[in-house]
């Protein structure tokens, strides 16, 4: 894992922004997994000015690592909104390009099944954006997930319904399943670029850094990733235990 310690979170973003808007600009076809939540918001940016400056994201293909289940794309707390808002819309992006499970789908194995098609038939992602759960979820592999997990109907915990409980009028509106990618899905990636900001991810990213490889924090599997980016800011990285190495690392990496 290559850890970078960021002062902030616009920092963090500004950095794993820069990756894809690079990525992009050496193959205009570049496929992106996509994640929702408070913690992209600063690498999306990073995309929609460099898109605004010319770079073209027309013939890029994404997918979302979940979508909670039983709400409509049109449902203001669906995660398809939240990407149409905050980064679709924004970019000169083809909608028919972007995917994202649908939280209606009456056939779950089939829709699931077809989702894990689509990432195959796209040549496989490139760079999957992560952020982590306060539990150690990825997507919305909840503890307990099997790191070998594909996409698939999860229930989420109710740590999860209590973090998300701050974006509906009422805790009780947090739907209480979702369909998500698998570990073993995320894991296929070429690249994962995780994101981790706030004192109450640090437990979480410490298991996840320097904890066992384990099915109860669902992010120490991208350990086993041959290319695997995290960054952090100060907060997030309180508790980790090799912090000045990470920095040291970081700024004296082998050509
Ligand atoms: P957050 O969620 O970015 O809103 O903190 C992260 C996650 O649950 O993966």
Redesign the pocket.
């Known amino acids: 894992m290559e850890v970078f310690i960021c002062r902030t979170a616009e920092e963090a973003g500004r950095l794993a922004g820069e990756r894809i808007n690079n990525a992009v600009r050496s193959n205009p076809k570049t496929v992106l997994g996509l994640?929702?939540?408070?913690?992209?918001?600063s690498l999306y940016k990073e995309m929609i000015t460099a898109c605004r400056a010319g770079l073209d994201y027309s013939q890029v293909r994404t997918f979302n690592?979940d979508e909670y289940y039983g709400i409509s794309p049109d449902h203001p707390q669906s995660y398809r909104k939240f990407m149409n808002t905050n980064l679709f819309t924004q970019l000169n992006i083809d909608l028919a390009n972007t995917h994202i499970p649908d939280g209606l789908a009456r056939d779950v194995s089939a829709h699931c099944a077809a989702y894990e098609a689509a990432i195959k038939a796209s040549g496989g992602i490139d760079i999957q954006v992560?952020?982590?759960?306060?539990d150690g979820?990825?997507?919305?592999n909840e503890p307990s997930s099997s790191l070998a997990s594909r996409t698939r109907l999860v229930t989420l915990t109710v740590q999860?319904i209590s973090?998300?409980a701050r974006f509906f009028a009422s805790p009780d509106e947090v739907p209480h399943y979702a369909l998500s990618m698998g570990v073993g899905t995320i894991l296929e990636a070429k690249q994962c670029l995780m994101?981790?900001?706030?004192a109450?991810?640090a437990k979480a990213v410490k298991g996840a850094i320097e904890g066992g490889i384990s099915q109860f924090n669902p992010a120490s599997a991208l350990q086993m990733h041959p290319n695997a980016v995290i960054y952090l800011d100060e907060a997030a990285a309180a508790d980790l235990q090799l912090k000045d190495y990470y920095r040291w690392a970081a700024f004296n990496q082998p050509l």
Request: proline share 4%.
């Open positions: 994640a929702t939540g408070t913690t992209p918001l690592l992560l952020g982590i759960g306060s979820h990825i997507g919305f999860t973090d998300n994101l981790c900001f706030g109450n991810k």
